[in-house]
Every structure is written in C-alpha cells, then in structure tokens.
C-alpha cells in the first residue's frame, strides 16, 4: 500500500471519516464498538482518521466524537495522522488578533478531548462571512510554527476562497464534497490544488451510501439525527432517477470481483494523486470494505471509459456547491427543501 501526500502530511491512500460514531446517521454504535472499529481500521493499514468538535453535540455534547477517536488511537498515537475541525459558531473573533486566541482556544479544547499534545491536520470546518480566512489563516501559520499543528485545510470552500488563505499561511488540505453523483470541484478546485501541493479530501465519497447500493426507497432516514433524510439525491424519487449510476458501478464490480463502493472510490483514487477520500461508516465491516479499495485497480482506458459513461448520466437531486457558512447539513436541508 503507497501513501498520499496532504501538503507534507503522508497517510494512507483512504482516511477514515469517524462521524458515525457520533452524529447523523441515526442510532449511534455503543462506545466500545465504535473504539474497536477504529482499531481494526489501523489493523487494516488505515493511518488517517478524521474528526470534528461538533461531531456529537446535536444529541450528545461537543467534543463527543473527539473523546471516541483519541481513545481508540492513543496506543498508536505516533503511527497515524488525527484530523479535527473548528467552528465559530456563538464566539466570533472581530479582529485577527482575537481569532488567534479564539483558534488557540478551540484547539486546545480538542486537544484535551484527544489526549494527544498535537493535532496532524486542523481545520476550519466552515467558512463563517464574519470571519475573514486571511485572519484564520495567519493563526494557524503561528499554531504551525509554534508545533501545536502540522498543518491546516479549509472544507467547502471555493477556488477564491482557497486562493485568499494560501497566500497567508499554505494549506494542506481542503475537504470538500466529492463523488459520482457531485463532481463540481474536478473543475477548479481540484486543478488549483494540483498546482499548489494540496491535498483533496472528499467527504461522502460513496454518496451517503447511495454508490454502495445499501441505500434504497424505502430505506428509513426518521431517526432525529439522520442528516441523511436532507439529502435530495436521497429522496425515493431521486434514488430511483439515479439508478444508472448503479448500474454503470455493478458492471464494473463484476468485472472486478470489488462491491460497488469500493469502485466508486478506487475511481477518484485513479484520477487524482492528491485525492484521499475519508468514508464514513458506523459499520466495521463497510469500514473495511471500503478502506480495501485502495487494492482495486483502475486502468487509464478503464477510467476514461468510467468518465465518459457518467457524462453522459443526468443526476437528480444535486446538493450544488454549499459552504454551509456558520451552519450544518440539516440547516441547509431545510433550507433548500423542495429546491433539489
């Protein structure tokens, strides 16, 4: 297994995106489920996890995903690269000084929750209007030179956006939407940070579970905490609109003896060097299948031919380019109710 590069940051080609464990798709695994699944994910060759210090506090309390993850990993501390995220959500920073401290704050928080002394990778998990990323970015500049961080990364955020903060402090990383069904980054976004040294990282890489073909119309999203029923691709019109993408992911699962999860990710892995996914799962055996797709082998004509079939599929019900500025998924659900 290779490793990929997020700016200086090696990792294994997939990450694991740990969410589940704690938010927004419905019923949570107990604890020491979740620490175990985390530990067979390393077992398997996974070194990149990634977090949030949200991840929890919609039922739970902030920081309840962090707490999970620093301790499934404390045994291995120094072999993997640990992800978290901040949030201006209630404390907004009115001056660069002031969004040092209030950077420094958030980290330190979550460094507690971690039980680690640094974080490999810190992001701003929302770009809030208020908040100026040229102030972000110069605080995460001191945090790095100062040894706290390794490096930083943004998550949905556009080319202008990006553009702004790396020219203060470079990034890492930029974590944004990225699957079959939402390709909108492959046109600026990903092309810019080629040229630039970034790292991709594509959150809901399998679609909400869609290109895995788990997910169907009658597939219950009522929980409370299932972010999922705000998804439109998800609605039961929309899955069944959009089961060519299925089809096309089938033929190529047979072909390789892969489930179609594993070829929807294998599939970004081979258009890209500096793309790893992180797929979310609060199920330890899809978290395997899905890491196991860094062994699925894609050739040049065998992705042009992918490529070249999914031009031609119309997707229903795309989420678009969202920023989610200072809110979350379910937010912005019911915003955009009826507008899929």
């Known amino acids: 297994m290779d490793t990929r590069m997020l700016g200086n940051i090696a990792v294994s080609p997939i990450g694991m995106g740990c969410m589940a464990f704690s938010h927004g798709y419905g019923q949570i695994p107990e604890r020491q489920y ?19 210090e949200s ?49 420094r704050a958030h980290l330190e928080r979550s460094l507690r929750r971690l039980g680690t002394d640094y974080v490999d990778l810190y992001y701003l998990h929302r770009v809030n209007r208020d908040v ?29 956006t990006i553009d702004k903060a790396q020219s203060v402090t470079p990034l890492s990383a930029i974590q944004n939407l990225y699957n079959m069904l939402e390709r909108g980054i492959e046109a600026q976004v990903i092309p810019y940070c080629l040229e630039h040294g970034i790292g991709i990282v594509p959150f809901s890489p399998v679609a909400s579970g869609f290109l895995s073909g788990s997910v169907s119309a009658s597939t219950d999203f009522s929980h409370a905490d299932d972010v999922r029923k705000f998804v439109p691709q998800l609605s039961s019109e929309n899955i069944e609109a959009n089961r060519p993408v299925l089809d096309l992911l089938e ?20 258009k890209y060097p500096n793309v790893v996914p992180i797929p979310g799962s609060k199920n330890q055996g899809r978290i395997l299948e899905n890491l196991g797709a860094w062994d699925v082998a894609i050739s040049g004509d065998e992705l042009r031919a992918l490529d070249d079939a999914l031009d031609g599929i119309k997707v229903h019900g795309h989420r678009g380019f969202v920023q989610f500025e200072g809110g979350s998924m379910a937010d912005w659900g019911k915003e955009n109710a009826g507008k899929a």
Not at 34 to 52: E, L, M, Q, V
Not at 148 to 154: A, E, H, K, P, S
Not at 257 to 267: G, R
Request: net charge negative; hydrophobic share 45%; aromatic share 10%.
């Open 251 to 270: 033929r190529y699962a047979a072909e390789k003896q892969a489930t179609k999860a594993q070829i929807a990710i294998a599939w970004m892995l081979a």
């Open 55 to 103: 991840y929890g506090k919609q039922l739970y309390y902030e920081g309840h995903n962090e707490e999970i993850v620093g301790e499934a990993l404390k045994p291995v501390r120094g072999d993997v690269v640990i992800a978290t995220k901040l949030h201006f959500t209630s404390s907004i920073p009115s001056s660069e000084e002031e969004t040092l401290s209030e950077v």
């Open 132 to 160: 100026p990323v040229e102030w972000v970015a110069a605080a995460m500049g001191r945090l790095i030179g100062e040894g706290l961080i390794r490096g930083w990364g943004m998550s949905q955020v556009n080319v202008d």
């Open 34 to 52: 979740s620490i175990d699944a985390i530990r067979k994910a390393h077992d398997f060759g996974c070194t990149f996890f990634d977090t949030a």
